[in-house]
């Protein structure tokens, strides 16, 4: 895609990954695709604010090129270390010779791990500026959102804030603007950014726009390092992390088994027919068949989780168990959660269900249910009204 002007003299110069499927080591699934922003400033002095992803540094060259000459730029800010942004930074340095790079002191060190360069580097701290001519940018730093060289930079002329992968998406789409999309997808995929990338960060996030806010500056448009820059409420989108980061939650209960011969899915979904019938939203995902990215995502504003498994090995199966190891890593808050399964001549995977769940932090671990080979029809009455007690609390 061409270069996108996103208000007077500032150009959106990133690119579109269509075709990217997974993120952070597969771990986050992507399937509408990502883009990767870079905004070029013009003005007196020409700053470049973050970069793309490697394979993708032609194109956004070029965008560059139909606004300015490359070795006219004089700043090239870099608020986040990881590849998807800077992987364009050797390229551009020899094209760009009187560039400066500027991030915090955690950048410099981070980027020449990366790199190994010994470019001209400024580091600045939270409130440090640059003048670009009618332009000012202001750092922030923001340590642990999501490394520890994040830094937010703001433009108090336009009102512009770029935050880098704070309120991002991964959503490539041939529109720019929150305006220009539907709006149920692209809540969607903020959410599921959020719950698979900054969750565990949350008191993190909340001390960050907590600190943004008593600067009382105005942010008419943010302008993230992936997908969707927010022009016309960017509000929304902040209020959203609040909310999300306050691990506030709604009557909803996200139901995640894996069976081995169809008994844990029977409690499953007899569990479920409680649960609804009492009234909650449930999801019921078997981890086998489903994104465990999106079930993350559903997880973010449920109350209650209710997570089973068949015994195998004297342990629970293992995609469930690869499943509670990133969930133990997000550390939900304040959620009622329950486990259940079944076994054959010994039990143990509801045992070491509610072990994990110990470890992720989570206090109101309600009593289990299980049972030896397949539940009769007393055992799934139990399972029904385990669903409808479990509403109740």
Known sequence: MSAVEIKKDIHWVGVVDWNVRDFHGHTYTTKRGTTYNSYLIKDELIALVDTVRAPFTEESIANIRQIVP????????????????????????????????????????GLYRHYYENWDFQVVKSQDKIKLGQRTLTFLEAPMLHWPDSMFTY?????????????GQHYATSFR????????????????YYANILWPLSSLVLRK???????????KMIAPSHGIIWRKDPGKIIQA????????????????????????????????????????????YDIARSDRTDIFKEMLNAKGFIIGSSTHDNDM??????????????????????????????????????????????????????????????????CYDFGVEFARL
């Open 317 to 382: 199966l293992p995609n469930i168990a690869s499943f509670m190891e990133l969930l133990k890593g997000l550390k939900p808050k304040n959620r009622v959660v329950a486990v259940f399964g079944s076994y054959g001549w010994a039990g143990g995977a509801v045992k070491e269900l509610e072990e994990v769940l110990k470890e992720t932090g989570i206090q109101e671990i309600k009593p289990s249910i299980s049972f030896q080979y397949l539940p009769d029809e007393e055992g799934m009455k139990k």
């Open 70 to 109: 490359l070795e006219k730029i004089d700043y090239i800010i870099a608020n986040h270390v990881e590849a998807d942004h800077s992987g364009a930074l050797p390229k551009l340095m020899k094209l760009c010779p009187k560039a400066k790079v500027v991030g915090t002191a955690k950048c410099k060190e």
């Open 241 to 284: 992390y609040l909310s999300w980061a306050s691990n506030e939650t709604k009557k909803k209960v996200v139901v995640v088994f894996e069976t081995m011969w169809g008994a844990t899915e029977k409690m499953a979904r007899k569990i479920s027919e409680g649960l609804i019938d009492a009234g909650l939203e449930v999801k019921l």
């Open 155 to 167: 433009i108090p002329e336009d009102a512009l804030l770029m935050p880098n992968d704070a309120f």
């Open 177 to 192: 603007f929150d305006d220009e999309v539907e709006q149920v997808v692209l809540m969607e995929e903020a959410a599921k």
């Open 209 to 219: 726009i907590e600190e943004v806010q008593k600067l009382n500056i105005p942010i």
